[in-house]
């Protein structure tokens, strides 16, 4: 069996680099004396990659959630021929709903992936 190779063919001018060009980019040990993880006066400790991580399927969710309520909306009142004020009572209780979720997917997500641990 060949074995499948980037560096020739058609794809020459593409490619990979050799192993020896990378190196290490990420610090193995943080050189600021003061971290934003340093110690502090509580016994808690903020856990950042948990934030990060809920933070941004939070505005991903989100941006799905408020979109549905304001197209359903618009969709619902067409449908039901509620007029211009209707579509824009039935988005605002759509919204207020989409409100209601993303503050419980918060808090489920806060259980999964908490954002302090105990010292």
Do not use: C
């Not at 009572?89 to 806060?110: S, W, Y």
């Amino acid at each position: 069996m060949a074995s499948y190779s980037t560096r020739w063919g058609f794809f020459g001018p593409f490619g990979l680099a050799p192993a020896g060009l990378f190196g290490e980019i990420a610090a193995l040990e943080a050189t600021d004396p003061t971290p934003m993880n340093a110690p502090s006066s509580s016994s808690r400790q903020i856990v950042w990659p948990s934030v990060i991580t809920v933070v941004s399927a939070a505005i991903l969710i989100g941006a799905e959630v408020f979109g549905a309520a304001f197209a359903g909306g618009w969709a619902l009142a067409i449908l039901f021929g509620l007029g211009d004020q209707g579509a824009h009572i039935l988005q605002a209780v759509l919204f207020a709903l989409g409100v209601l979720v993303m503050t419980a997917f918060l808090r489920a997500a806060q259980r999964v992936e908490p954002f302090f641990k105990r010292r």
